[in-house]
């Protein structure tokens, strides 16, 4: 089924599906951004179509007479609430909780649009100090202001107590006025609800009581969860330069700020055919904005443009919301009206096409002829004539035979009195996809007993495993008491081992190697290849005890009916000969003997590459704030994990005298800093010695001015830093940092910048951490894209054109203690990006720990602790955390390496596939070659997209042997046999 909505001027555009007859309803989409919440899908849609040509019907948001407005007053909890409705919505207010609206529900679904989970008000009372989660969780709406370049938010207005007058109280019109003052301002906000129809106005308007001018900006800010739940499919849409632009919901915390080239933004959830449009005027929008929650909801915002209020001046923001029923999504704007296609194949190769039109203004006739396509192919035209109402939504369809499928509709829209539009917009399937469903690669566990008496249970887990404390491992299987390990040369492998006393506690327990021998030719794996480490816990708020820190070389204490953990890592040399090594690992405690572990390790012929195939920058946040921290500190440590630092910082400190253009044309002195000896050495050891494919010499320029002197300088300084990078030979692999996640209503300064960077040296490498956009093609050469935010399509389009593009900073769901972050190297390898930034390996969870040993928090931003564990509580977290020695690994590091070895081991896949096709090849060389070209999409097989992926580190494990495996038989057809 196909649904179109049309916007015709330049305000909002919103899909209505019809239901239960072939009418849709519309009504006017102009609204608020909102955020969203998940919820189960309905067990049906609401449109079926069944004649060829229906004839357009038009429903208005007006409604009879009958559909009064009321006010009403009660209770939640302990607090006071208003509630005005009328027979459509229903809007809830909270004035002793910051004025927050709580509710606009659709009547006619019982949906809440905003999310405002009030339930954990319950123990609280007015006066009270309400904890910010609590807040947080009530998202609905609330005031945020920018006074003196200051947000309010979190913080002053959010518990504040509002009085509360009704300004209009008749059956045609209800109004309410919100007021609360707090510093130098005075917040009244007044909404407005009037008989039939869903609009709720609000104007929100701020007084300066200082004694001075104040700058402001006002924002525009809900939290939404449209058709009562957030959805992955649900889909956030707002008018850009390129038509509409289209973002679907990920819970992924990434904030996004846009441009907007009308005053509107729509939120629609295709599941429940709900869509909630906010709407302004555009000449007193700065920008919009929405931000993604990581569980149930989303923001929608409007941010005013910034006024110089003067002392006892106001500045005003209107805004207004709107919900209309039995619309899935907006596809397109045209003029002021918005539209979408909806298309549903029937039986008997019968297509129906339904196209809606929600008018935001005007009134009249719209003529619409367009054309089906499939991809390139054209299929079918059509006409349809739709008559468009005021604030109203129409819409009309049609059935045809047609013996292909469609996916897009191009179409041209004619309206009296107004210029032609012509509008291309994808088909919209009512049905959305399914999660992808994910099958185990491998019935594979490689959790196993190894030994288990009456004293001890002792039993093995992979990397990527997890050990709990207080678990208790059942295992039906027979102890086996060996363990097997296949690597290549200059590769890391690692086990865990759980020792769980039954008796007593057991003290000082140490893992003893031998070396290994090779059991044809009698080549040894030295013991010294083996190390140990203690596995010590760090504590979740939700999960408990969790093993994360690895203390190298400390003997474990194990105590009774609790899983002490040691953790195993093998580095096979990387001129170590192939073969089956064997030989045995001992544990060992004062006076308690552990019977000898058997080990078995199979060497392959081939080897992991020294240098990385894909890039990486893990950001050491201490080197921003405290003074004399060296980046090159943990060069050595990040090598070890195939890891590479994000920048350096402060390296250019040598000041060369040059001359500088003023803003009067005249030359006069100035200096620009170049490096030195001692820089120069820090990039040959970045470089070289530990084998970093690129560093960031620089980043962010925060500051712009629009004068010639500014210009000139940044030019200048630019100039200078570039050509002693370009004279010292490593240029090419240097690349700049920009911005760190540019506001859209930033760009045009930020292209003025590059503008600069490029006639300084136009081989300056450009990168800036943002979504892939239009509005800055030609001017970033590396795009770090942030997690989820990724189009694949896109990405390779702009990496066809030399572009680099990075994944950016995986979610603490993949990333945090008890995660699977060997996946982010997956992930990279699925999307074939060129690279990796993660900020940070020692970032706190909060600025209130101290240490992330006391941390409760994910630590997705901590992949190494301080050796120290004790912390000065007078000094900031930044200053004792320049003190400490971040040396501590943890089981994530170790399984980022693996992941990353992994993605070493499919680009080896592909160097050999390769090298096999230039080969003269007999039959069965080409079926080979197949098989392991179906191999370099294995990961498909547990990485769905990102948010379908494995929890089942065996996958992983599986998909490198067999790649393992591929590469030795690929190998060997090309190069005969092994020497």
């Given at each position: 089924m196909l649904t179109l909505f049309i916007s015709?001027?330049?305000?909002?555009?919103?899909?209505?599906?019809?239901?239960?007859?072939?009418?849709?309803?519309?009504?006017?989409?102009?609204?608020?951004?909102?955020?969203?919440?998940?919820?189960?899908?309905?067990?049906?849609?609401?449109?079926?179509?069944?004649?060829?040509?229906?004839?357009?019907?038009?429903?208005?948001?007006?409604?009879?007479?009958?559909?009064?407005?009321?006010?009403?007053?009660?209770?939640?909890?302990?607090?006071?609430?208003?509630?005005?409705?009328?027979?459509?919505?229903?809007?809830?207010?909270?004035?002793?909780?910051?004025?927050?609206?709580?509710?606009?529900?659709?009547?006619?679904?019982?949906?809440?649009?905003?999310?405002?989970?009030?339930?954990?008000?319950?123990?609280f009372r007015p006066g009270d100090e309400i904890p910010r989660g609590v807040l947080y969780e009530i998202a609905g709406y609330e005031d945020i202001i920018t006074a003196d370049g200051r947000w309010n938010w979190p913080g002053d207005f959010m518990q504040v107590p509002y009085a509360l007058d009704v300004v209009t109280e008749t059956p045609d019109e209800v109004t309410i006025r919100l007021a609360a003052a707090k510093g130098k301002v005075r917040i009244e906000r007044t909404h407005a609800l009037r008989r039939g129809t869903t609009t709720l106005t609000t104007v929100l308007k701020v007084t300066n009581t200082s004694d001075e001018s104040i700058e402001m900006m006002l924002r525009h800010k809900c939290g939404a969860r449209v058709g009562g739940a957030a959805r992955r499919n649900d889909t956030i849409v707002y008018p850009s330069r390129q038509g509409v632009t289209r973002r679907k919901f990920f819970p992924d915390n990434i904030w996004t700020d846009f441009l907007l080239a009308d005053g509107w933004i729509a939120a629609?959830?295709?599941?429940?055919?709900?869509?909630?449009?906010?709407?302004?005027?555009?000449?007193?929008?700065?920008?919009?904005?929405?931000?993604?929650?990581?569980?149930?909801?989303?923001?929608?915002?409007?941010?005013?443009?910034?006024?110089?209020?003067?002392?006892?001046?106001?500045?005003?923001?209107?805004?207004?919301?709107?919900?209309?029923?039995?619309?899935?999504t907006v596809s397109f704007a045209a003029g002021r009206h918005l539209g979408c296609f909806e298309g549903e194949a029937g039986q008997d190769r019968k297509f129906t096409l339904t196209t809606t039109l929600l008018a935001l203004g005007g009134h009249g006739p719209v003529r619409i002829d367009g054309l089906l396509y499939n991809g390139p192919n054209r299929i079918d035209g059509f006409s349809q004539t739709i008559e468009t109402a005021p604030f109203a939504a129409a819409s009309t369809s049609l059935t045809k035979p047609l013996y292909s499928p469609v996916n897009e509709v191009r179409a041209r829209l004619t309206m009296q009195g107004a210029p032609e539009i012509d509008v291309v917009a994808p088909l919209v399937d009512p049905r959305p996809p399914a999660p992808v469903v994910l099958e185990p690669l491998t019935n594979e566990r490689f959790r196993y007993t190894l030994q288990a008496d009456d004293d001890c249970h002792l039993w093995i887990e992979s990397t990527a495993g997890h050990i709990l404390p207080e678990e208790t491992f059942e295992d039906a299987r027979p102890p086996r008491n060996e363990i097997g390990i296949t690597l290549l040369p200059n590769e890391f492998e690692c086990f865990q081992l759980a020792i769980r006393p039954k008796r007593g506690d057991i003290d000082r327990i140490e893992a003893v190697f031998e070396d290994l021998v090779e059991i044809e030719s009698g080549a040894t794996l030295p013991a010294a290849s083996f190390g140990f480490y203690r596995g010590e816990t760090v504590t979740l708020e939700k999960e408990g005890p969790r093993y994360d820190p690895l203390v190298a070389g400390v003997a474990v204490d194990a105590r009774k009916g609790r899983n002490a953990m040691l953790f195993v890592e093998l580095h096979c040399d990387a001129m170590q000969l192939p073969g089956v090594y064997e030989g045995h690992l001992r544990l060992r405690a004062p006076g308690r003997e552990f019977q000898p572990i058997r080990l078995r390790v199979t060497v392959r012929p081939f080897q992991m590459p020294h240098t990385r195939s894909i890039d990486t920058a893990f950001w050491v946040w201490k080197t921003w704030n405290v003074k004399g921290a060296n980046t090159t500190e943990t060069w050595p440590q990040l090598a070890r994990y195939r890891l590479s630092p994000g920048w350096l910082r402060g390296r250019f400190q040598t000041a060369k005298p040059i001359e500088m253009i003023g803003d009067d044309g005249k030359a006069r002195p100035g200096t620009v800093e170049v490096g030195n000896a001692e820089t120069k050495d820090w990039f040959v050891q970045a470089l070289h010695e530990n084998r970093i494919n690129r560093l960031s010499p620089g980043w962010n320029i925060w500051g712009y001015a629009d004068t010639r002197q500014w210009k000139h300088a940044l030019s200048r300084r630019t100039r200078a830093k570039a050509g002693w990078l370009d004279q010292i030979g490593v240029l090419d692999r240097c690349y700049y940092q920009i911005v760190d996640e540019p506001l859209a209503s930033r760009f045009g300064q930020l292209r003025q910048v590059i503008r600069l960077y490029r006639q300084a040296n136009p081989d300056y490498t450009i990168m800036c951490t943002v979504a892939i956009n239009p509005d800055l093609y030609g001017y970033i050469d590396m795009w770090h894209v942030p997690w989820g935010a990724l189009d694949p399509e896109t990405a390779q389009a702009r990496q066809a054109l030399g572009e680099k593009v990075w994944l950016y900073n995986a979610a603490p769901d993949l990333t945090g203690v008890g995660r699977l972050p060997r996946l982010i190297g997956w992930f990279c390898w699925r999307y074939r990006v060129d690279g990796y930034l993660h900020f940070a390996i020692d970032y706190p969870d909060s600025p209130t720990v101290h240490n992330p040993w006391q941390s409760t928090g994910s630590h997705w931003t901590i992949f190494f602790y301080p050796t120290e564990k004790t912390y000065d509580e007078k000094l900031p977290v930044w200053e004792n955390a320049g003190k400490w020695k971040w040396t501590v690994p943890s089981i994530r590091l170790m399984q980022i390496r693996d992941g990353f070895e992994d993605y070493e081991y499919m680009n080896l896949l592909r160097k050999w596939i390769a090298l096999a096709k230039r080969h003269n090849r007999s039959e069965q060389d080409v079926a080979l070659i197949d098989k392991a070209e179906a191999l370099l999409g294995i990961e498909r097989a547990f990485v769905g997209d990102f948010i379908s992926y494995t929890d089942r580190p065996e996958d992983m494990m599986a998909a490198r042997r067999m790649v393992g495996d591929m590469i030795e038989k690929i190998r060997r057809s090309v190069t005969g046999e092994e020497y």
């Amino acid at each position: 089924m196909l649904t179109l909505f049309i916007s015709i001027d330049s305000m909002a555009s919103v899909l209505l599906p019809a239901s239960g007859s072939v009418a849709r309803r519309t009504r006017m989409a102009e609204d608020r951004p909102q955020m969203i919440n998940r919820q189960q899908r309905p067990e049906g849609r609401g449109l079926h179509l069944v004649s060829s040509l229906v004839p357009v019907v038009i429903l208005a948001t007006t409604l009879p007479a009958a559909a009064q407005c009321v006010l009403s007053r009660g209770r939640v909890g302990h607090f006071d609430a208003v509630t005005i409705e009328n027979r459509l919505v229903r809007i809830k207010v909270l004035p002793q909780v910051g004025g927050r609206i709580v509710e606009y529900a659709l009547k006619s679904s019982g949906h809440n649009q905003l999310c405002a989970e009030i339930d954990g008000l319950a123990p609280f009372r007015p006066g009270d100090e309400i904890p910010r989660g609590v807040l947080y969780e009530i998202a609905g709406y609330e005031d945020i202001i920018t006074a003196d370049g200051r947000w309010n938010w979190p913080g002053d207005f959010m518990q504040v107590p509002y009085a509360l007058d009704v300004v209009t109280e008749t059956p045609d019109e209800v109004t309410i006025r919100l007021a609360a003052a707090k510093g130098k301002v005075r917040i009244e906000r007044t909404h407005a609800l009037r008989r039939g129809t869903t609009t709720l106005t609000t104007v929100l308007k701020v007084t300066n009581t200082s004694d001075e001018s104040i700058e402001m900006m006002l924002r525009h800010k809900c939290g939404a969860r449209v058709g009562g739940a957030a959805r992955r499919n649900d889909t956030i849409v707002y008018p850009s330069r390129q038509g509409v632009t289209r973002r679907k919901f990920f819970p992924d915390n990434i904030w996004t700020d846009f441009l907007l080239a009308d005053g509107w933004i729509a939120a629609s959830d295709p599941v429940k055919r709900e869509t909630l449009v906010l709407t302004s005027r555009l000449d007193g929008l700065s920008n919009g904005g929405m931000w993604f929650d990581r569980k149930h909801f989303y923001n929608l915002e409007f941010f005013a443009k910034k006024h110089r209020v003067p002392a006892g001046g106001s500045a005003t923001l209107t805004t207004q919301w709107h919900v209309i029923p039995d619309m899935p999504t907006v596809s397109f704007a045209a003029g002021r009206h918005l539209g979408c296609f909806e298309g549903e194949a029937g039986q008997d190769r019968k297509f129906t096409l339904t196209t809606t039109l929600l008018a935001l203004g005007g009134h009249g006739p719209v003529r619409i002829d367009g054309l089906l396509y499939n991809g390139p192919n054209r299929i079918d035209g059509f006409s349809q004539t739709i008559e468009t109402a005021p604030f109203a939504a129409a819409s009309t369809s049609l059935t045809k035979p047609l013996y292909s499928p469609v996916n897009e509709v191009r179409a041209r829209l004619t309206m009296q009195g107004a210029p032609e539009i012509d509008v291309v917009a994808p088909l919209v399937d009512p049905r959305p996809p399914a999660p992808v469903v994910l099958e185990p690669l491998t019935n594979e566990r490689f959790r196993y007993t190894l030994q288990a008496d009456d004293d001890c249970h002792l039993w093995i887990e992979s990397t990527a495993g997890h050990i709990l404390p207080e678990e208790t491992f059942e295992d039906a299987r027979p102890p086996r008491n060996e363990i097997g390990i296949t690597l290549l040369p200059n590769e890391f492998e690692c086990f865990q081992l759980a020792i769980r006393p039954k008796r007593g506690d057991i003290d000082r327990i140490e893992a003893v190697f031998e070396d290994l021998v090779e059991i044809e030719s009698g080549a040894t794996l030295p013991a010294a290849s083996f190390g140990f480490y203690r596995g010590e816990t760090v504590t979740l708020e939700k999960e408990g005890p969790r093993y994360d820190p690895l203390v190298a070389g400390v003997a474990v204490d194990a105590r009774k009916g609790r899983n002490a953990m040691l953790f195993v890592e093998l580095h096979c040399d990387a001129m170590q000969l192939p073969g089956v090594y064997e030989g045995h690992l001992r544990l060992r405690a004062p006076g308690r003997e552990f019977q000898p572990i058997r080990l078995r390790v199979t060497v392959r012929p081939f080897q992991m590459p020294h240098t990385r195939s894909i890039d990486t920058a893990f950001w050491v946040w201490k080197t921003w704030n405290v003074k004399g921290a060296n980046t090159t500190e943990t060069w050595p440590q990040l090598a070890r994990y195939r890891l590479s630092p994000g920048w350096l910082r402060g390296r250019f400190q040598t000041a060369k005298p040059i001359e500088m253009i003023g803003d009067d044309g005249k030359a006069r002195p100035g200096t620009v800093e170049v490096g030195n000896a001692e820089t120069k050495d820090w990039f040959v050891q970045a470089l070289h010695e530990n084998r970093i494919n690129r560093l960031s010499p620089g980043w962010n320029i925060w500051g712009y001015a629009d004068t010639r002197q500014w210009k000139h300088a940044l030019s200048r300084r630019t100039r200078a830093k570039a050509g002693w990078l370009d004279q010292i030979g490593v240029l090419d692999r240097c690349y700049y940092q920009i911005v760190d996640e540019p506001l859209a209503s930033r760009f045009g300064q930020l292209r003025q910048v590059i503008r600069l960077y490029r006639q300084a040296n136009p081989d300056y490498t450009i990168m800036c951490t943002v979504a892939i956009n239009p509005d800055l093609y030609g001017y970033i050469d590396m795009w770090h894209v942030p997690w989820g935010a990724l189009d694949p399509e896109t990405a390779q389009a702009r990496q066809a054109l030399g572009e680099k593009v990075w994944l950016y900073n995986a979610a603490p769901d993949l990333t945090g203690v008890g995660r699977l972050p060997r996946l982010i190297g997956w992930f990279c390898w699925r999307y074939r990006v060129d690279g990796y930034l993660h900020f940070a390996i020692d970032y706190p969870d909060s600025p209130t720990v101290h240490n992330p040993w006391q941390s409760t928090g994910s630590h997705w931003t901590i992949f190494f602790y301080p050796t120290e564990k004790t912390y000065d509580e007078k000094l900031p977290v930044w200053e004792n955390a320049g003190k400490w020695k971040w040396t501590v690994p943890s089981i994530r590091l170790m399984q980022i390496r693996d992941g990353f070895e992994d993605y070493e081991y499919m680009n080896l896949l592909r160097k050999w596939i390769a090298l096999a096709k230039r080969h003269n090849r007999s039959e069965q060389d080409v079926a080979l070659i197949d098989k392991a070209e179906a191999l370099l999409g294995i990961e498909r097989a547990f990485v769905g997209d990102f948010i379908s992926y494995t929890d089942r580190p065996e996958d992983m494990m599986a998909a490198r042997r067999m790649v393992g495996d591929m590469i030795e038989k690929i190998r060997r057809s090309v190069t005969g046999e092994e020497y």
